[in-house]
């Protein structure tokens, strides 16, 4: 990026991506783009049934095939048969059954991409097809046989909360529908792995979330020692929770570790669809009780997630959804069903929202139909309840972060509307754009809202640290961290930390990879917060070494020193040296972990601190619906986020116009068609995605006050943007038809029908 | 499955000689996998989103829906052809500038469909820039760093204009 001036862009600047410059010229390495010497395709045979039972295996005329190398299946697994995020349920290779269409049976390295897609084709399979488990509900119960030794209901959570038996002046109640959405990030999964000369252990460049559990599962399932699976992060082509779970990994290793040679594996999109976990869809039930006013005092709820064939992050999915119930608002009292139920469905674990999509989109829903019910409008009955720093959450505990709900409201209110659609507005500005024919004089526009609370971070007890090193010569630094950088731009924030601390110009980031401690994973909107925190934290070791050693130097007692822009000044004397000079010749290296305050798991009523932190987020939406067509334009999103302290302004801009679009596609375009657990539009051309045409205005209001628990002041951004987003856009089509619609997306039928 | 034939393509003003190839391998396996060109992307190898832009004789298509041994005749460029004299084009650094790359996995693509767009047109409206990078998904950014890019960049070229 030689023309791109990055000096000095400290904490609080639009700090430009280290990384742009590579990427606008085709020169950034993917991990799809990554290539060795001698090296080998690899390529998986999928079930194409949600569920049967396997007679038989044979590859015999797969390895017939010029240029086939190898080809494994459960049989060649070496070490633990199974892998899974939060339990190890999850075949490496299925071996007496398949639970979902396009489950891995087996896989193959050879010469061509060609050649493996014919050993694919010449391996015989032989199912006996099992019925169905595609009906969630029927999961929950014992009416379906277990279709996994783990059985059928993988988590069961309740939650009570305050004295249940209270009951509303008013009532309102809702049954809502989320569809399967995908995170459809860009760059297909992808690894290129090398074997060790000895055989004894692999090096693996892979696009993922978290490069430490991936390791930790990899050894496990290949029976080598940790420290010989070495993960290095190849270039990673967008994330949105798809890579948290292993794909192609262990494959990958396996074929490279049994050839002796690289093995390069990436999915094509179709792939892709059958080849990572999917957001839950989901069925919920609330039924609001409120004052005469619209004060809400109790909340009773039924949640069932539909976790697909395997465990994934399901149960804690689960946990997101049933505890963020109450939405941004007061609750005193809460009785909550939740179940995540095993299926023959699609697996599905984490996307961007991760369960409290679903939860808002219901609790928003009931928000609307509160205030139509009491008479008031949407603004004023989310005002009414809005939640405050002090509140206690329906599990009992206090939200302790900076809760400005309220604010986020009024400011997101006095955002002007958008004018009128004109009368000759152009066909592209009107619902379905230019290839379907929707007139000016059908067209009605609504206005709809939606506001969230997200957790940030990790709950129910576990310690999801970041550790990173700063090392300080000759006033430069390098950072050092396993940190996935997923387009997020953390690469970007580690080094405007540094300087920020340091009072450097010249902060880079080393190789993102398992040779430093874990960083947790690009997830949950938590590594501004958790890895932004280990990288303050090593600066401001290495920071305190500085001083003290021009304190010995200088005779001045370092606890006197400061960084004042690029130097170290005396703050009760006159001595200023820059810190280029003072780190001349010298190389001071710290590494610091950062935890998070302890979290606890719910007991059996729900109760209990499960969360670290919450982050708040406004949506109002404005569509253009033509009511006989059913289509929808969403014209306007304007939107007023809850950030903590900005520390870099284009960066966040640019989470929130993201988020919205994806919220976007949730609402009206995005969803996996299942049919009795068969996929039926794995495609770009059948599974579709908001275009530079389907994008609405944004008009984005950043709410900046400091969270003090958060190490630099700073919520995670990542997540709030997508999640109110979707009931807002919902409620402004049921505004504008006068419809209740109780699903997303929202598909034609659902408004002309 | 490879054949004894072979035939050359012209990318970036370079002819390159292609041996050993399947005939049915997309422009786009060729560029990325043959003649050591990866800048140009592949998402969904079906048309669908723009990551493989390329232009062919001027024109921009998707290389994925190409097959490289039909391109023949045809003058390539790709992505790695903007920066013959190793900087940026005002194309690339307003995306840089405007923050309209976050993976950047689109980006590519997108480059040369701006400045297919801007050559085409140095002063498209807004409806018209939608229009014509709609065949160019983007997943991370939601559309409005990379509008903010193109009015970046056609200020500029008006600037330098008047
Ligand atoms: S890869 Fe060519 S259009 Fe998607
Ligand atoms: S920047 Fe990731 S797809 Fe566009």
Partial sequence: MSSVKTKRDVLGTSSLRPDGGAKVKGDFAFTSDLHAENMLWGATLRSPHPHARIVSIDTTAAWKIAGVECIVTADDVPGQLTYGLISSDQPVFAKDVVRY???????????????????????????????????????????????????????????????????????????????????????????????????????????????????????????????????????????????????????????????????????????SFFGHVHRHPATVWMRHHATNEGKIVKIEARFVFDGGAYASTSAAVLINGVTHTQGPYKCPVAVVDGYAVRTNNPPCGAMRGFGVVQACFAHEGQMDKLAAAVGTDPVSIRLMNAMETGDLLITGQPVESVAPVARLIRETNEIPLPPDLAIDANELDLPGGSGITAERKH????????????????????????????????????????????????????????????????????????????????????????????????????????????????????????????????????????????????????????????????????????????????????????????????????????????????????????????????????????????????????????????????????????????PLGAKGVGEPPCISVTPAIVAAIRDAIGKDIDRCPVRPQDICL | MSTNEFYSLKVNGVDHHVSDAWIGESLLYVLRERLGLPGSKGACEQGECGSCTVFIDGAAVCSCLVMAASAVESEIATVEGLNADGTLTDVQEAFVTEGAVQCGFCTPGLVMAVHHLLDENDSPSELEVKEALSGNICRCTGYGRIFAAVDKVVAVRRGALS
């Fill in chain 1, 443 to 710: 067209i009605r526009r609504g206005i709809g809202w939606g506001v969230s609370i997200k957790n940030i971070m990790y709950s129910e007890g576990f310690d999801d640290y970041s550790t990173a090193r700063c090392t300080l010569s000759d006033g430069k630094v390098v950072l050092k961290f396993a940190t996935s950088e997923v387009g997020q731009g953390f690469v970007t924030l580690a080094p405007q930390i540094a300087r920020s601390v340091l009072g450097v110009t010249d902060a880079v980031c080393d190789t993102i990879d398992t040779q430093i401690g874990s960083a947790g994973s690009t997830s949950a909107s938590r590594q501004t917060w958790m890895s932004g925190g280990a990288v303050d934290g090593a600066c401001r070791l290495v920071r305190e070494r500085l001083f003290e050693l021009v304190g010995a130097q200088q005779n001045i007692e370092p606890i006197r020193f400061a960084i004042e822009d690029d130097e170290i000044v005396d703050t009760a004397g006159t001595f200023r040296m820059s810190v280029i000079e003072a780190s001349q010749g010298i190389t001071i290296s710290e590494t610091f972990e950062h935890h998070h305050r302890k979290t606890e798991e719910l007991d059996e009523n729900g109760q209990g601190n499960c969360h670290v932190a919450f982050a708040f987020v406004a949506h109002r939406a404005v569509v253009d619906v033509d009511p006989e067509l059913g289509l929808v334009k969403v014209v306007q999103i304007a939107t007023a986020q809850d950030v903590g302290q900005v520390l870099n302004p284009l960066s966040v801009l640019g989470q929130i116009e993201g988020g919205i679009a994806q919220g976007l596609g949730l609402a009206v375009m995005e969803e996996i068609i299942v049919q009795e657990g068969r996929v039926r539009n794995p495609s770009f051309t059948d599974y579709l995605l908001p275009t530079a045409l389907d994008a609405p205005v944004v008009v984005a209001r950043m709410i900046e006050e400091y969270e003090p628990q958060a």
């Fill in chain 1, 101 to 271: 269409m396009g489950e891995p049976i087996a896989a193959v390295a050879a010469d061509h991409p060609e050649t493996c897609r014919r050993a694919l084709a010449a391996i015989t399979v032989v199912y006996e097809v099992l019925p169905v488990l595609f009906d969630p509900e029927l999961a929950i119960g014992d009416d379906f046989e277990p279709i996994h030794p783990d059985g059928n209901l993988i988590r069961q959570q309740r939650i009570v909360h305050g004295d249940t038996s209270v009951v509303g002046d008013v009532i309102v109640e809702g049954h809502y529908v989320i569809g399967m959405q995908d995170q459809a990030f860009l760059g297909t999964e992808s690894a290129l792995a090398l074997p060790d000369a000895d055989g004894q252990g692999v090096e693996v460049f892979v696009a993922t979330q978290w490069l430490h559990e991936d390791q930790k599962q990899m050894a496990a399932c290949l029976n080598l020692p940790t420290e010989r699976v070495r993960l290095v992060l190849g270039g990673v082509g967008g994330a949105f929770g798809a890579r948290e779970d292993i794909s192609l990994q262990v494959h990958t290793a396996l074929l490279a570790l049994r050839t002796s040679r690289p093995v390069k594996m990436q999915y094509g999109r179709e792939e």
